[in-house]
């Protein structure tokens, strides 16, 4: 088969590629990162590049010679660091409930001191270690494998039978996973991981302390093969497709984990556990596992519970005996991630009414206390993540987001790193709904008053739009757009309440996680009908209570194994299911609902 050179211009790099190649692969081999929202299918128009000055995409642009490519800044993905970034991101009250479970972390390091062997005293070499083990923390059965049984006889002559004993809780047992000469209890680390359809975040943590060590945030990868689950599982369906997003998501997580440890000069090999929390469909890919079926009736995943494994089958750069642990998920839409998020924030141990409130792509919602639990998933789309939007973009520098409409309908703007604006960003574009609906730019209905004599408001081809700042602007499309998504989290609430014949006023306590939510504004949110116009006070943003969760379970074998109760105990409503839910839904397609009974206290 011909190959052909590829150069892109812009950013000085040239790659060989077979005849027939798109370019938007080519791209991505060459290590330049395009912005596919559509993963590829040609719909979203993101990929834009010129070929000889003529601009088309480059996902449908196939090599048949060689090319010289011009990539245009807007076109690139956007790999700047989030905005919410390690101490903000873990902020809430998930931190004050580390001690709720007791500190037994899933991987330890016991000293062990034997006995030689003697005539009178002939125990096996692992029975001596187990022993030592067993006498420290009084479990039941301790076993380990070949591997360690190969050098054990060696290691604990050489070391005078002082050894350290790396033991991991699996099921009801502890398995040694390894043995090593001295006394080496110090260095023992792990990760907690939350694999979110936009971001992958992740903690170094001190497993003899409990120190978070460090945080790091970056945007999954995976998004340069489509924008939300839907889109990635059609591209994993695809010759090589599963194999590219499950080396996408494990290039994030390996380099967190090489950027931690070595900020922390921590030697790769005492890392020795790794927790990990995330939606099913995240799950699957970074275990490599097809994800097809999720996306087709009845919508059945390969599994919800992933048995711990040894890390390096999943390609997880730390000691290679080490394990990987995986938060169990509830059903397709509603996973690990939210399992995770209820037991950062308490909800399955209370006697109270709680509300959970997951937004992101794939708003997950949980109702209950330690009596019943049921959750849902609202289908709300990555619009509130800046996707899908005409000047929508992640929260990272640049982008706008918050904003103040004067009387003179000029838009006041504060964006993230204070520069200047480029975009907007979830937080952004929900006060500037607010702000339309208060100077009456947008009725209830979402459209743009074209009566309103303002330069700010501009007719298109394909309707009305608002200037915010320079270019930036917000579309008919992108308020319909965002008027769904908001009906999606507001009416999927509903749902639940009513399935349990509760009022609102009943739930006491209604937890906000997520990084959108560390700038939500609540008076805007429920404003625009995003949230139910409930007493403010008993609204609480508790962070990325996944990663939290994942931290917790992490610490404590506990934590980990009331995750799965917790699953069990959580039942899943299907929202398309239930009666009367789709009337909901199209009464929320308002600002902020056809009912205004329901948002007493908004005035317009």
């Excluded at 330890?108 to 002939?122: A, C, F, G, L």
């Excluded at 080396?247 to 994030?252: G, P, Q, R, S």
């Excluded at 080490?322 to 996973?335: E, K, M, N, R, S």
Aim: net charge negative; hydrophobic share 40%.
């Amino acid at each position: 088969m011909k190959e052909f050179t590829i150069n892109f211009t812009a950013q000085k790099k040239k790659i060989k590629v077979a005849q027939g190649t798109d370019l938007l692969t080519a791209a991505i081999k060459s290590g330049i990162m395009v912005h596919a929202a559509c993963g590829g299918s040609g719909l979203c128009g993101k990929c834009k590049v010129f070929v000889n000055k003529k601009e088309v995409l480059a996902c449908q642009t196939i090599v048949e010679s060689g090319l010289d490519v011009n990539v245009p800044k807007e076109s690139l993905e956007i790999r700047a660091k989030l905005a919410h970034e390690s101490e903000e991101f873990t902020k809430g009250v998930v931190l004050k409930r580390e001690d709720a479970f007791n500190f037994s972390p899933l991987v330890r390091k016991i000293y062990v001191e034997s006995p030689k062997p003697t005539q009178d005293d002939n125990l096996s070499d692992l029975d001596r270690i187990c022993t030592g083990v067993s006498h420290k923390l009084n479990n039941v059965h301790i076993s380990t494998n070949l591997s360690n049984l190969k050098h054990l006889s060696e290691i604990l002559r050489g070391s005078d039978f002082k050894v350290t004993a790396t033991v991991a809780y699996k099921d009801d047992a502890l398995d040694i996973i390894t043995v090593e000469p001295g006394d080496t209890t110090k260095a023992n680390y792990g990760f907690a991981f939350d694999i979110g359809t936009t971001t992958v975040a992740g903690q170094l943590i001190d497993l003899n302390n409990k120190n978070i060590l460090g945080t790091r945030i970056a945007f999954n990868k995976q998004a340069l093969y489509g924008s939300d689950v839907i889109t990635r599982i059609i591209y994993a369906s695809n010759s090589e497709g599963l194999d590219k997003l499950n080396e996408a998501v494990l290039d994030n997580i390996n380099e967190i984990i090489l950027d931690l440890s070595g900020a922390e000069s921590i030697a790769l090999s005492d890392v020795y556990c790794i927790v990990f929390a995330g939606n099913m469909t995240m799950m699957h890919l970074l275990l490599k596992v097809d994800p097809t079926n999720i996306r087709k009736a009845p919508y059945i995943p390969t599994t919800l519970v992933f048995e711990t494994i040894h890390a390096p089958e999943a390609g997880i750069e730390i000691n290679p005996r080490g394990i990987a642990a995986f938060l169990p998920g509830v059903t397709t839409y509603v996973g690990g991630d939210i399992v995770s998020g209820v037991i950062a924030c308490g909800l399955a141990e209370s006697d109270e009414l709680s509300l959970l409130i997951d937004i992101g792509t794939n708003g997950e919602i949980v109702l209950g206390n330690k009596e019943w639990m049921i959750g849902a998933a609202a289908s709300a789309g990555p619009a509130f993540e800046g996707s899908g939007l005409e000047c929508g973009m992640k929260a990272v520098k640049g982008a706008i987001q918050r904003a103040e409409i004067d009387k003179d309908l000029n838009a006041r703007v504060v964006t993230i790193g204070d520069g200047k604006p480029k975009g907007i960003c979830g937080s952004g574009y929900i006060d500037l709904l607010c702000q339309m609906l208060k100077r009456g730019v947008i009725g209830k209905n979402g459209k743009i008053n074209s009566d309103l004599k303002s330069g700010n408001i501009r007719k298109t081809e394909v309707g009305y739009e608002f200037v915010v700042a320079g270019n930036i602007v917000i579309t008919e499309d992108d308020i319909e757009n965002l008027k769904r998504s908001k009906g999606a989290i507001y009416s999927a609430i509903i749902a639940l309440l009513n399935k349990v014949e509760k009022p609102l006023g009943d739930i006491r306590k209604i937890y906000i996680a997520g990084g959108f939510g560390n700038y939500l504004n609540i008076e805007n949110a429920v404003l625009i009908g995003l949230l139910p116009d409930a007493d403010r006070s008993r609204y609480e943003f508790i962070g990325n209570s996944s990663l939290a969760g994942a931290r917790m379970s992490l610490l404590s074998r506990d934590a980990f194994m009331k995750a799965h109760e917790i699953y069990k105990n959580i039942t899943y409503v299907d929202l398309g299911s239930e009666p009367n839910y789709m009337d909901e839904y199209v009464a929320s397609l308002f600002f902020p609902h056809t009912d205004l009974g329901r948002f007493p206290s908004v005035r317009l």
